[in-house]
């Protein structure tokens, strides 16, 4: 167990009402925010010149003439906890943004110690309520999986219709490569042209008699029945989410080592901007009393249930079933499975 959690559990940040002190960022918190950016929100950290640029380049815009809004939440310590920070640009009015004033959610990040306790959802709220106030009614952002239902909370609504993409400028010239290679560019740069990939992982697990376990979804009814698992929080490994996930379902601890049964590979798709990833550990065998003491998160499952593999296959699509039944042969094989998309090998 992570030390410094046991002490930001002991200290977690409330008002005298109980809620997260959310307070309005300045421009002296411009590093703070940078550094939060840079260690759990970019996929490469900042170097320390990049860091001072983009500090630099922030703290004028978090004044009350700039166009950077931010919400942040204390730790104990007077480090970051949370914080959310919006860019607001002008764009040509309509209307149901007569003021053309639009803002994106540039970042929100929550530092480790302090995630799962509403801090993320507590600065959001606190950042859209300011730039509506500000008469902004115009909001994007970008989002993992995994986040998206807090913003659709909010109101936010996917659209496949959005692109992005990065040009390199031609206003300054990079270093010329020698040996006839590719030219040199920041690690930052090129880390934003790498294809995102969002990590997931699951556990197979059985009764002593083989039997395959999985977990009822109440909210996929095309996907009705799966095995314990979900996405990685940010800072973990696969093997720690798979843990992780494995408590918050079920109530049960696994103690591992880490066996892995089978990786699954899946492509982006519309709605789905991020290929995704997904690595299948051998969750052990559960004896009768473990399963017996199965307590289920009700908003995600509502029945546990253990059957012969054959038993499955009427249960499921035809494509989770030949997952299940590749990682049940991995797990008696020896032999890891591998997936080019959900369901195909």
Not at 2 to 7: R, V
Not at 14 to 23: H, L
Not at 96 to 106: D, F, H, K, L, T
Request: aromatic content about 8%.
């Amino acid at each position: 167990m992570n030390p410094d959690a046991d002490l930001a559990a002991e200290a977690e940040p409330r008002d005298a009402s109980g809620r997260p002190p959310v307070r309005a960022a300045t421009a002296a918190d411009a590093e703070a925010i940078t550094r939060m950016r840079s260690e759990y929100v970019l996929s490469a950290p900042l170097t320390d010149d990049w860091l001072r640029q983009c500090t630099d380049d922030l703290a004028p815009r978090l004044t009350s003439t700039g166009d950077a809004r931010a919400f942040l939440i204390q730790a104990p310590d007077g480090t970051l906890a949370a914080c959310a920070l919006g860019l607001i640009s002008p764009v040509l009015p309509a209307p149901s943004y007569p003021r053309g004033r639009a803002a994106r959610v540039q970042l929100v990040v929550t530092h480790p110690n302090f995630r799962r306790r509403g801090y993320a959802r507590a600065v959001v709220a606190a950042l859209l309520d300011h730039l509506t106030a500000e008469d902004t009614t115009l909001f994007e952002l970008h989002t993992s999986p995994q986040a998206a239902p807090l913003y659709r909370d909010f109101g936010f609504s996917g659209s496949p219709a959005l692109m992005r993409m990065t040009r390199r400028s031609t206003s300054a010239p990079l270093p010329a490569a020698t040996g006839g290679g590719p030219s040199w560019v920041p690690p930052e740069q090129y880390a934003q042209s790498l294809p995102k990939a969002v990590a997931y992982v699951c556990l197979y697990v059985t009764d002593e008699a083989d039997r395959p376990l999985q977990l009822h979804s109440v909210y996929s009814p095309s996907h009705p029945w799966h095995m314990i698992g979900g996405a990685l929080d940010l800072g973990e490994t696969p093997w720690e989410a798979a843990v992780r996930e494995c408590r918050e379902e079920t109530g049960l601890d696994i103690a591992g080592p880490p066996r892995l049964l089978a990786t699954v590979y899946g492509p982006p798709r519309p709605r789905r901007p991020f290929s995704t990833v997904q690595f299948v550990f051998d969750g052990g065998r559960l004896s009768t009393e473990q399963i017996h003491r199965i307590v289920l998160a009700p908003h995600e499952h509502d029945e546990a249930r253990v059957l012969p593999l054959d038993q499955w296959q009427a249960l499921m699509p035809d494509t989770d079933f030949a997952r299940l039944r590749a990682v049940e042969e991995a797990r008696r094989t020896g032999v890891a499975g591998y997936f080019d998309s959900w369901g195909t090998t």
